[in-house]
């Protein structure tokens, strides 16, 4: 059970490349989340996805679009990068069987510099 | 959204008990406690959460006042893996479909 994964773990982009953000989990659960990070401070949620087929928009997302390609796997795209956008980006999902069970597991963040 | 206060850092010795504070005097009927943590260079993991009753789980107790205005997270023995930044979050239930809104959070070190 490998959790959470993300890939990759780190990336350098010039300004104004793209790049997809991959973060996969093989835990069946229905719910997925985007955040960021920027140093000093907590997560910041960009998108999340309530059920396959289904994406929102969170706190900050402007200039990121995302895909939940299958229940699985839910990508995270920057069209045109901006050193703003400089940060660690985290992945997670959501388990929610009850009241008494409700946790999003984390994965380990992609370290994304924008120059 | 509802906000929480938490103080930017606090100090425990190995072994003691750590009580970490959390004020949350908007919360409205329907919103849950959380608390996460994270350890350095990963990403945050769950602790405890809940709603009115205080709650146990294996890593901490979750005391929640009787007003729903503050509540704290008490770690029984701090150990020096326990040297975090944590969390507390209020979650809306029903429709929120589980929207974390993290603040700073508390920096806990813990000496030996």
């Known amino acids: 059970n490998a959790g959470v994964t993300q890939t990759p773990k780190f990336q350098v982009l010039k300004t104004g490349q793209s790049m997809t953000l991959q973060c996969a989990q093989d835990?069946?659960?229905?719910?997925m989340y985007w955040y960021r990070q920027d140093p000093g401070m907590g997560l910041r949620l960009i998108y999340y996805?309530?059920?396959?087929?289904?994406?929102d928009k969170g706190e900050v997302p402007n200039g990121y679009n995302v895909s939940r390609l299958n229940k699985r796997e839910f990508s995270l795209r920057l069209e045109s990068a901006a050193p703003s956008q400089t940060s660690v980006y985290f992945c997670a999902s959501r388990l929610r069987l009850a009241e008494s069970t409700d946790t999003q597991y984390f994965g380990p963040g992609t370290r994304l510099t924008v120059l | 959204d509802a906000k929480t206060t938490q103080p930017n850092s606090m100090e425990s010795n190995e072994e003691e008990p750590v009580h970490l504070p959390c004020n949350h005097s908007?919360?409205?009927?329907?919103?849950?406690i959380h608390w996460y943590r994270q350890l350095p260079s990963q990403g945050p993991e769950y602790v405890i959460h809940g709603l009115t009753s205080n709650v146990n789980n294996r890593m901490a107790s979750l005391a929640i006042a009787e007003d729903r205005k503050s509540s704290t997270l008490i770690l029984h023995r701090a150990t020096l893996r326990d040297a975090a930044v944590y969390y507390c979050?209020?979650?809306?239930?029903?429709?929120?479909?589980?929207?974390?809104?993290f603040g700073q959070g508390t920096i806990l070190t813990v000496h030996p």
């Open positions: 835990m069946n659960h229905n719910s």
């Open positions: 996805s309530a059920s396959e087929g289904t994406t």
């Open positions: 979050i209020l979650s809306a239930g029903g429709t929120s479909y589980g929207k974390l809104t």
């Open positions: 908007t919360i409205s009927g329907t919103d849950y």
